[in-house]
């Protein structure tokens, strides 16, 4: 299960950091958000990585709980138009509903109008009286200090190792190699590597009646937004939820 984890939360980042603008996406329906005088607010999901002393990534359960519940307690603090959340026993009956929400990161617009809405999503919103449910999902990392100066020691330990072939090079009088080896050092390490955190955000608008994804809404990349912060994830929050209000 956290290999799974692991795997789903890499995946939602590339895809969110690869993205050069919001991605949306409106069903047929054409739902105009604010036009809902309540959602069902589903339990939100976050999936938190946390990068160890050698800059490795490690999915990491507590840290991904305690991000989820400062996305819940956000917005229930807000006057936006959702019920008080509703529980969904993610790590018991309600897994396949977890697992359903962590590949909302790794989805394709194009193809959202034929993904299927778990049936334990659809009878909650049924069973809170809503139509229109509202699901959240982040992900994010964290990253050590210790991990953040393992990457500069190798980083120097790489432009050491460039400044000695580029010396040799230099005594030999060969430009095309001295080039070709500061060109490849210099690009080795990669400044993200040294990045402290990172975060993204996702909402699904699901209709309970036509059991069907209506809206779509993941706005640009959060770089250095740190997902257990308030102030930062309040930020997030606001930009993503704007059109309900």
């Not at 795997?7 to 047929?28: K, Q, R, W």
């Not at 449910?133 to 964290?142: D, F, L, M």
């Not at 640009?220 to 209000?245: A, C, H, Q, W």
Request: glycine share 4%; charged share 25%.
């Amino acid at each position: 299960m956290k290999k799974l984890n692991l795997f789903l939360c890499v995946a939602a980042l590339l895809t969110g950091m690869v993205a050069c603008g919001p991605i949306t996406y409106s069903s047929p329906q054409n739902l105009v958000l604010k036009s809902v005088d309540e959602y069902a607010f589903i339990e939100p999901v976050a999936d938190i990585l946390y990068y160890d002393q050698r800059n490795r990534p490690v999915y990491d359960a507590d840290l991904s709980d305690e991000a989820a519940d400062l996305v819940e307690s956000i917005i229930t603090s807000q006057r936006y138009p959702f019920s008080d959340p509703i529980y969904m026993d993610y790590y018991g009956d309600g897994r396949s509903a977890r697992k359903w929400i962590q590949n909302l990161g790794d989805v394709s617009t194009s193809r959202l109008d034929r993904v299927r809405v778990p049936n334990d999503i659809l009878d909650a919103i049924d069973r809170s009286g809503h139509r229109y449910g509202v699901v959240i999902y982040t992900s994010g990392y964290i990253r050590s200090r210790e991990a953040i100066r393992y990457e500069e020691r190798q980083e120097a330990i790489g432009d050491a190792i460039s400044a000695v072939i580029d010396a040799l090079a230099s005594k030999k009088n060969k430009d095309d190699d001295k080039k070709k080896s500061s060109s490849s050092s210099s690009t080795y390490h990669s400044s993200a590597n040294k990045t402290p955190y990172d975060s993204n955000l996702y909402c699904v608008v699901i209709d309970s009646e036509s059991d069907e994804i209506v809206h779509y809404i993941h706005p640009v990349p959060f770089l250095e937004k740190d997902p257990l912060n308030g102030s930062d994830v309040e930020t997030m929050i606001t930009r993503l939820l704007k059109d309900f209000y």
